[in-house]
């Protein structure tokens, strides 16, 4: 299993960004898929999640800003973040499972500063 994320960058507070992140070596359409962040000195949390069915969850602090999505015939999850804040600044991951196993890309650096 492979994670490849990309999209991360520098942005102004107010800004948007996407990040994604493509998979291999699953059956994509068949898998959870969920965005992770680590801030400095931080633990790393659930962003956003969606599942096979197309559920969706997000934490409280990025509900109405942020969206998550996912296109099955490209194999890619996308994160896309508006009206950013520096608070939002960290390490992007994304994360998926198999086989009771936890699988991560690489992660994606955001940083909101002006």
């Known amino acids: 299993v492979q994670l490849q994320a990309s999209g991360g960058g520098l942005v102004q507070p107010g800004g948007s960004l996407r990040v994604s992140c493509v998979a291999s070596?699953?059956?994509?359409?068949?898998?959870?898929m969920a965005w992770y962040r680590q801030a400095p000195g931080r633990q790393r949390d659930m962003v956003a999640a969606?599942?096979?069915?197309?559920?969706?969850d997000y934490v409280d602090s990025v509900k109405g800003r942020f969206t998550i999505s996912r296109d099955n015939a490209k194999n890619t999850v996308n994160l896309q973040m508006n009206s950013l804040k520096s608070e939002d600044t960290a390490v992007y991951y994304c994360?998926?499972?198999?086989?009771?196993?936890?699988?991560w890309g690489q992660g994606t650096l955001v940083t909101v500063s002006s």
């Open positions: 994360r998926t499972t198999r086989s009771g196993n936890v699988y």
């Open positions: 070596g699953i059956n994509f359409r068949l898998h959870d």
């Open positions: 969606i599942a096979r069915d197309g559920n969706i």
